[in-house]
């Protein structure tokens, strides 16, 4: 099992970056691959970005993200991050930080979630 904490998230101006972590336990989270998800007010929850941590190692992102996102983890602090660089408004939301075996893309997929963190960008 494995326990999942957001923090980093804040209120920014339009260009701005923010760096999201995502702190996990339990000692088998070297073997869990880790997104992140976003949900706006009114939306559904929806993928952001994946790093999948089994053979094929990899990472994907949304195309709404892709060029300004980057994820990637620190195994020995059990930390995975999202760098956000040129943030617009419409990334404003909750983030959630998850873990997964399964496929990265796939809400349904990831049984372990955080509470969230809020991202808002202003115009």
């Known amino acids: 099992q494995v326990q999942v904490e957001e923090s980093g998230g804040g209120l920014v101006q339009a260009g701005d970056s923010l760096r999201l972590s995502c702190a996990a336990s339990g000692r088998t989270f070297s073997s869990y691959s880790m997104g992140w998800f976003r949900q706006a007010p009114g939306k559904e929850r929806e993928f952001v970005a994946g790093?999948?941590?089994?053979?094929?190692?990899?990472?994907d992102y949304a195309d709404s993200v892709k060029g300004r996102f980057t994820i990637s983890r620190d195994n020995a602090k059990n930390t995975v991050y999202l760098q956000m660089n040129s943030l617009k408004p419409e990334d404003t939301a909750v983030y959630y930080c998850?873990?997964?075996?399964?496929?990265?893309?796939?809400?349904?997929?990831?049984?372990?979630w955080g509470q969230g963190t809020q991202v808002t960008v202003s115009s």
């Open positions: 790093l999948r941590w089994s053979r094929p190692y990899y990472a």
């Open positions: 998850a873990a997964t075996q399964g496929d990265i893309h796939y809400r349904g997929d990831y049984p372990y």
